[in-house]
């Protein structure tokens, strides 16, 4: 497949190497800040092929793209899924530089080997709590123990695991200082997440917003916390602990945005590239893969992308207000 070949940088020169990439946006759990119990799912024709994602795949690294992340809803119940991480893998080392994904570790047990035989040196497992029952109120799934087989199984598969943890005022608020222990007890990171003003969730999310400033003050008071030097091209900002001798991120789109960076864009299961997580602005993608002139129209869509980005979201959390797009992230990609 051949587009231009120039890199993308968009209109405040921010050069753009990461794509996270929605296989789907199905997941087998309901997590209550992400969707509702009864999420009405795309219908499978408007998804793009396993082909579809390649291709798009190989027209990103064509432009500049070195880092690929597979999203969801959740990557591993999407069939044959492992069947598109090898063909991706296969870039490795000839314009991409690293291939991950993120997951709610379900499905971990059965995928691990064969996601690091594919190339992948590193995922992130979405864990927001430790306790059983508070898992199955979060996720409406009574699934922890089989996401706990899942992580060990891709310790054991040579994976390197980071822990992606949604901070919940008055539910996981206390069990943060456990959960960062039991990561760095196990070699693993761990990021802390604000929650994400995106999609329906039938419940109010100012009741359980968490502003990570106030979380890092009591973290602080506990341990020692040096700022790090480490990057994984994220939007995390990383800190060493003295005391478990691990290793802690901070992801905070509402109280410390990191717009002025931003190095990514999303592209939808359903092929739409959303320039920016908390904006409207977007380009059909898969209209132009299944057009009869696909690299034309695919090059000239990826121009558009840089043209639209904006230059910061406009992310709030106050009672009764609306989200900040209607989409829920199953479909944007987490």
Not at 320 to 332: F, N, V
């Amino acid at each position: 497949m051949s587009c231009s070949t120039g890199p993308l940088v968009d209109a405040f020169n921010r050069r753009i190497s990461y794509l996270r990439l929605s296989v789907t946006d199905r997941c087998d759990l309901r997590c209550t800040y992400c969707m509702p119990e009864r999420m009405q799912f795309l219908p499978r024709k408007e998804v793009l092929s396993l082909e579809e994602l390649h291709k798009l795949s190989l027209a990103f690294i064509e432009r500049g793209i070195t880092k690929i992340r597979l999203t969801g809803g959740e990557p591993l119940v999407r069939r044959d899924v492992i069947e598109l991480v090898r063909a991706i893998g296969r870039k490795l080392g000839d314009g991409l530089d690293e291939l991950t994904l993120t997951t709610n570790g379900t499905q971990l047990e059965q995928f691990a080997k064969d996601l690091a035989a594919a190339g992948v040196k590193r995922i992130n497992v979405s864990l927001d709590t430790m306790d059983s029952g508070l898992f199955e109120k979060l996720s409406r799934r009574d699934r922890l123990n089989r996401v706990l087989r899942g992580i060990a199984a891709a310790r054991d598969a040579g994976l390197k695991v980071k822990l992606n943890t949604v901070a919940l005022k008055g539910l996981n608020e206390e069990e943060i200082p456990f959960l960062v222990e039991w990561a760095h007890r196990h070699g693993h990171d761990i990021t802390l997440i604000e929650t994400m003003p995106l999609g329906d969730v039938e419940e109010d999310r100012v009741d359980h917003y968490l502003p990570l400033p106030a979380v890092q003050d009591a973290l602080e008071k506990r341990w020692t916390l040096t700022a790090s030097d480490y990057a994984t091209g994220g939007p995390s900002r990383y800190f060493d602990i003295a005391e478990t001798g691990g290793r802690i991120g901070f992801i905070t789109p509402l109280t410390n945005n990191f717009c002025a960076s931003c190095n990514r864009i999303r592209v939808t299961a359903t092929g739409q590239l959303y320039a920016c997580l908390g904006g409207a602005e977007k380009v059909d993608l898969r209209a132009a893969l299944r057009s009869e002139t696909p690299d034309e129209l695919l090059a000239d869509a990826l121009d558009e992308a840089m043209r639209i980005k904006p230059e910061r979201h406009h992310f709030r959390i106050e009672r009764g207000a609306a989200p900040a797009q209607p989409r829920h992230m199953s479909l944007t990609g987490g």
